[in-house]
C-alpha cells in the first residue's frame, strides 16, 4: 500500500547555482496507512512523493541551493510539520516517530499531532534547529487564567530567542546569520503577541497598563514603521496598533466599517506620508484582496485623497477597484469552466441561473482554514436541504483531482461538489480578485452577483442573511 506525499518549496537561503539531485529518505515509524504528508517545494510547483506500506520514504528532488523545506504529516483533522534544511547533493535522513501532545497556542491548550524527527546527514545541526521549540508556544495567562503581565511575557521570549541563538553554534554561518536576523525580526514581531493572545481569550489587553502603555507610546510616524528588515518583511505592527487603539475608543469614527475607521484613522493621526501611503496601500491591498464589501466607495476616496497615485502600489489597487466595480450587486457573474466529480464539465452559468439563491464555498484540500470551515458548512447544506429557493455549491480549486475526490467521499459532502480545472484557476482568480480562500459568494437567481465576499457557514449571521434572501 502506498500513500501520496506532496511538495511545495518555502525559503531559498543562498545564492543560485546548478540544479543537484539531492535524496530525501525516512521513515514513519508509527505509520498505519492513513497518514498523508505535504511536502512543501515552492507555490508553484506540486511535487509527488510515495510512502511505502512499512511507513519509509525517499525522493530524490532539484534544488539549486540551500534552502528550508517543510515535511506536513497530517493525520485526520490534526497536523504536524518537520522542518528540514537541504543542500545541494548532500541527502538527508529523517526519522519520525509521532503521537498526541498538549499544545499551547494563543493562551490556549489543546490536543495536537506532534512529529518528533531525528536526522542523519550533512545539514543534521540545521535541520535540529529548525525543529527547536516554538517561539509563540508561550501562554500569556497563568495557571489561575490571569494575564502574566506584558513584560513577562517580552522576557520569556527574549530567553527563548536567547535559547534558540545558544543552538547555532555549529551550523552553517550563512544559515546561522540568516538565523539570528529572523529572530530579530520575530522579536519585533512579538510585541504584539501578548495583547493578541488576550483578546482572543476575551481580556481586554489595554486593561495591563505595561500593554498600554507599548501601545500608547508606539510612534505611527517613525520611518521605522516601513523599513525592510534583513529577512525582507515590513514592520508588522503599526497596522495591529491602529487597530487597538480604534478598539480602545469606540466613538472615533462610530458606526463605520473597520476598513473606513482604519483609513480614517490615517488620514487624520498619522503625517508621514511614507507611511500613511504604506498603511494605505496594504489596508485597501487586504480589503479589495478578500473581495472588497460594504463601503468600497467611500474607503477607496479616503485612500485615494492622501496615496501616493504614481505609485505601482496605488496603480494595482486602483486598478483591482475599478475591476470590483464590476463585480457589485446585481452585476453579472463571470464566467468560468467546472467539473463534478464524475469529470462532466458544465459552467458556473450553468449552476447559478436555476431560479434560487446559490451560496458557493471555494475552498481546496490542502487549506486549513478551508477545512475548519466544512463543519459549519454541512450545518448550513442540512439547514437548507429541503428549501427549493435555495442550493448549496462548494467548488475546489484543488490540481489533485484525486485528493479531491478522496475528501469529498470521505467527508461525505453530500452537496453539490464541482472542481475548477488546473487551466481556469488563474482565470477565476482574476475574474473574481481571489487572493485567498476559502471564500464565500452569493449569487441570484439569473447568474448575477449579490456578495462575492459573503460571509463564513461559521459567521453567527449567515443563516438570517440566507433567510432574508430567500423571502
Known amino acids: 500500500m502506498k500513500r501520496i506525499l506532496t511538495i511545495f518549496t518555502l525559503l531559498g537561503m543562498s545564492a543560485a547555482m546548478m540544479a543537484t539531485d539531492t535524496k530525501i529518505s525516512g521513515k514513519l515509524s508509527d505509520y498505519d496507512g492513513t497518514q498523508k504528508v505535504l511536502f512543501i517545494q515552492d507555490r508553484n510547483h506540486i511535487d509527488t512523493l510515495l510512502i511505502n506500506s512499512n511507513g519509509t520514504f525517499t525522493k530524490t528532488i532539484d534544488i539549486n541551493n540551500p534552502s528550508e523545506y517543510n515535511l506536513i504529516l497530517t493525520t485526520g483533522q490534526q497536523s504536524a510539520y518537520v522542518r528540514i534544511y537541504l543542500i545541494p547533493d548532500e541527502p538527508i535522513e529523517i526519522n519520525i516517530r509521532g503521537g498526541m501532545e498538549k499544545v499551547e497556542f494563543m493562551g490556549r491548550s489543546a490536543d495536537n499531532y506532534d512529529a518528533h524527527p531525528v ?42 530567542i536567547q535559547f534558540n541563538k545558544e543552538h547555532l553554534k555549529g551550523t552553517n554561518p550563512e544559515f546561522a546569520r540568516l538565523q539570528s536576523e529572523r529572530a530579530e525580526m520575530l522579536h519585533e514581531q512579538f ?56 478598539n480602545t475608543d469606540k466613538t472615533l469614527y462610530e458606526g463605520k466599517p473597520d476598513i473606513i475607521r482604519s483609513l480614517s484613522y490615517l488620514r487624520d493621526m498619522v503625517v508621514n506620508p511614507r507611511v500613511r501611503s504604506f498603511l494605505g496601500n496594504m489596508y485597501m491591498t487586504l480589503f479589495m484582496g478578500q473581495g472588497a464589501g460594504e463601503g468600497l466607495d467611500e474607503a477607496f476616496n479616503i485612500y485615494k485623497a492622501f496615496s501616493d497615485k504614481e505609485s505601482d502600489a496605488y496603480k494595482r489597487n486602483e486598478s483591482t477597484y475599478l475591476q470590483l466595480c464590476k463585480l457589485g450587486q446585481g452585476s453579472k457573474a463571470p464566467d468560468f469552466i467546472i467539473h463534478d466529480p464524475q469529470d462532466k464539465a458544465c459552467h458556473l452559468s450553468d449552476i447559478i441561473n436555476k431560479g434560487k439563491i446559490t451560496y458557493v464555498d471555494f475552498w481546496a484540500t490542502w487549506c486549513g482554514p478551508c477545512r475548519a470551515e466544512t463543519p ?9 436541504k429541503d428549501n427549493d429557493k435555495i442550493q448549496i455549491v462548494s467548488i475546489s480549486i484543488d490540481t489533485n483531482v484525486n485528493a479531491w475526490k478522496r475528501m469529498v467521499d470521505e467527508e461525505n459532502l453530500n452537496w453539490q461538489q464541482y472542481l475548477i480545472p488546473q487551466s481556469d484557476i488563474r482565470s477565476f482568480n482574476q475574474g473574481y480578485r481571489v487572493d485567498g480562500i476559502p471564500r464565500f459568494m452569493i449569487f441570484d437567481g439569473k447568474g448575477c452577483i449579490i456578495n462575492i465576499n459573503a460571509d463564513r457557514p461559521s459567521s453567527p449571521s449567515i443563516e438570517d442573511v440566507l433567510n432574508q434572501l430567500i423571502h
Open 119 to 160: 536526522f542523519k546527514g550533512a545539514t543534521k545541526a540545521e535541520c535540529e534547529y529548525l525543529n527547536l521549540p516554538q517561539v509563540y508556544g508561550f501562554n500569556a495567562l497563568t495557571d489561575e487564567g490571569k494575564p502574566i503581565g506584558y513584560n513577562n511575557f517580552l522576557k520569556l521570549i527574549d530567553e527563548r
Open 191 to 246: 510585541d504584539l503577541t501578548y495583547g493578541n493572545m488576550l483578546r482572543y481569550r476575551g481580556i481586554d489587553p489595554m486593561g495591563d497598563p505595561e500593554f498600554k502603555a507599548f501601545i500608547d507610546g508606539y510612534n505611527l510616524n517613525d520611518d521605522a514603521v516601513v523599513t525592510i528588515n534583513p529577512m525582507n518583511a515590513l514592520n508588522p505592527n503599526a497596522a495591529q496598533v491602529i487597530e487597538f487603539r480604534l
Open 376 to 384: 459549519y458548512l454541512k450545518q448550513v447544506a442540512e439547514r437548507f
